[in-house]
């Protein structure tokens, strides 16, 4: 408000807002076209790390046999990538509110996912597994921040409009990106080795560097989304309300009851999901006799589900809303499919489209909701906050699975997750009643949330109006004048004051 | 907070009920077991004895290096029934009714296991498909009865109940190595502590198969093992694989294989073998050294197989016409899984027993988490309910209307 009051001209008129030239759908920011020429550039924005993150997995034996490390050395390419993150993704958040701003802290993530990639690549050509690990490490610092990024875009852009569907979308770019790498690196590999004549590791140094290209796509498109970005901010007079405040690390205590509660969700849920997926291969072998085709196939369905199902969920919940409920949905549908892998001979592909359709819906549902509990300005830290602590709870969890399965099997495991799953249902349960009893809007459905928008809306206006219908006698704008100087004046001529004797609260 | 203090909850209760579950377990049918060597004239030839007595009964089983190496198991209606070896017929040409348990009219129930052959084969694919492997890929297989046996008589454990019948080829590839039987008898239900972990109670005894040392005869070998079992012509052996949920005992294992008599008018219980389908690389068991393994359907055996004498001597000369003979295989390793050489060791453990193969349920720490787990959100969705009513009635009760 104060803000706004500051940017007013004294004089009404002295400087209203310029003409807007008539633009193209495509290039008027107000206009659907040109937002989904921002959703397409925010969609390969995360492309290329998406891609890149997988590399390791999809060249596994190629990476193991030209580098000559085992496993254990292996898994920790990925380790690299995770462990910085715990903490770099709260400073992401972090560093896009208070350093860098949404866009330069964009580009100069994209730029470390950049770098990171070709230091990967280029301890690959070198056959310097350290530098291999150390390239992760850069890859990492941009790689998670960036998605934060992404996220805050997204908010910024969508937010009351489609921002379910953008999130959806979002997620079913990361799957794609991560598919179309699963499949793509081992031929790409190939076609070097063809081209240089023997394996080794610089035929990997080569193929990494061409996988290193879709880093640099969502490097331009960082830039692309920058300048619309101001561009639209010029045009629209958007409100920037990530500047000028200042954020202290303390406002983590000021989170809501609320957002904690959706953090809670958002740990207990992805760890039953993500770590069972990267020690699923053995169960479906072992518990399902499926060969390790059949059982590489089914331990990617989620992913392979989720890429389709998750704009079409975000589409959905975009127009019904109900969020809360929808998160309860999908953690139960989830939970039951984790009791059917666990208790049950059920044919598990069953359990695992379950399991799919069920990911795709909370992804939509859940990462929206602290876009309704906290501030603007804040979206970038509690986005961070919660993807720090995801990466913290997946670390973690990783490591506590692992032993769980060596010393207590898959059935301890899976009643592990319920376990874990059974907490996210707690949570959202709380956060279910916390919203009813202090009325939140979390559970609205879209037409109550858009009637309550279209109702602030109009608020704005009759205020807007009311202030412009003053009349702007000379004394008024004196008493203004004072008022900002600071000078003392008599309560009934105070502007914002006036409108409030309109209405009836105040008479 | 709220989900903090439940999760405590679910904690404190785990353990609570894993206390109880330790403590609670039901009377312990128990049996006087005991393990000795019989002393025969050459020490490479072993028989082990082990007697598991109550009050109205004997399991005798007998472990024998003599020929390839077999176990006899027998079952009797007296506490007091004895083996009775005869050396000198045992090793004489005919060896029928060498080896007998007195009083004979005791015995009800009878049957044995015999070792005959060690396969080799190069798994070129990792494919691990022992039945589909062409005959090209497969090394010369190890003829058990041709092995020589040191004494057993030096490992027998009295008090530990265990044995070892430790034996090598005649080959450059046992220059260092060795196969061992470890034995061990029960004489109380319980639980090994060491991977596959199997349940086991006072009616049955274990043996593992060792192969340590054992060179490779080249790369990708995976080895395989025939047995030959007997049942009474009125019956047969059957071959059971029961796939359990619960894996909580041997990680990432669901299969428990077992071969059971099929004798219809069967009026007591009977003889079994079961095992889990792994094996390991390494003594300690863990996980990542486990080497799953597979078993393959009962084969008959009509023509004349080269008994090992104790089969005769206990079983008598025309044992072929009223046993049915069967031969079924076991070999270790999966598809896409480590081979032998990674260890150059393997580990795979088995029960003998009889009456009702033991069977695993779930452990009360799993029962008692899934019902708090599931318990609690359905119990703070009431209190919840219960809570936004009432504050629901105070909030409407407390706003007087303004006039």
Redesign the interface.
Known sequence: MEEYDDREALLPGASGSPERPKMSAISDPNRLAHRIVVLCLMCFLGFGSYFCYDNPAALQTQVQLDMKVNTASFMQLYAFYSWPNVILCFFGGFLIDRVFGIRWGTIIFSLFVCVGQVIFAAGALFNAFWLMEAGRLVFGIGGESLAVAQNTYAVSWFKGKELNLVFGLQLSMARVGSTVNMNVMGLVYSRVKDLIGTTGHSTLGVTLMIGGITCLLSLVCAFVLGYLDRRAEKILNKEQGKTGEVIKLTDVKDFSLSLWLIF?VCVCYYVAVFPFIGLGK??F???FNF??VQAGAINSVVYIISAPLSPVFGFMVDRIGKNILWVMFAVVATLGAHIML????WNPWIAMSLLGVSYSLLACALWPMVAFVVPEHQLGTAYGFMQSIQNLGLAIIAIVSGII????????LE??F??CL??A???V??L??VN??RGGDLNLSSWERARLQKEAEHEAQRERMRRDSIIWTAFAVRVRYLSRLGAQIPKHFISHQLSLSHRSVLK | M??MS??LC?AVLCALTAGLGVRGEHAEYRRRASLESVPGEDTSMNILHIRAVDNSSTIHYVWSSIGAPAVLLVYTSSPSSQLNVNWTQLTSPTPYGAITIEPASSVLYSTALLFTRIFEYQDVNNTADFSGTPEKYFYPAYDLSEFSWDDANATVNASSLTANLTGRAESHSFQNGSLTFRISAYDGPGRDKVSPRLLHNANCSKFEFLLSQVKPRGNNSRFALEMVTLEKKAGRKSMQSV?S???????????VAQLVPHTPNSSHAQGYFQWKSVAYGSTSG???DSL?CQHYILKSLNESVEFPSVVHAFFGEDLLETYNVEAFNVSFG???GDFYDKYNFMSWSALIGYGTPPKDS?SI??IS??GV??G??VL??LL?AG??LK?KNRVYSSYEPIN
Not at chain 2, 245 to 255: A, G, K, Q, W
């Open positions: 809670l053995v169960f072998i072992e518990k060969s390790p666990a208790f049950t001979f399965l060596d010393t207590s099997g898959y059935l301890f009643v592990f319920s376990a059974c907490l249902i707690i949570a349960v709380m279910y009643f009813l009893i | 709220l989900s439940a999760g679910v796939r949920i619960d894996d909580e005992y041997t990680p990432t294992i669901f299969e863990k996980r990542e799953p999966i598809a896409d779930f720490l799993v988490i899934m787990a599931l609690l959100p703070l969705l919840g809570v936004v504050l």
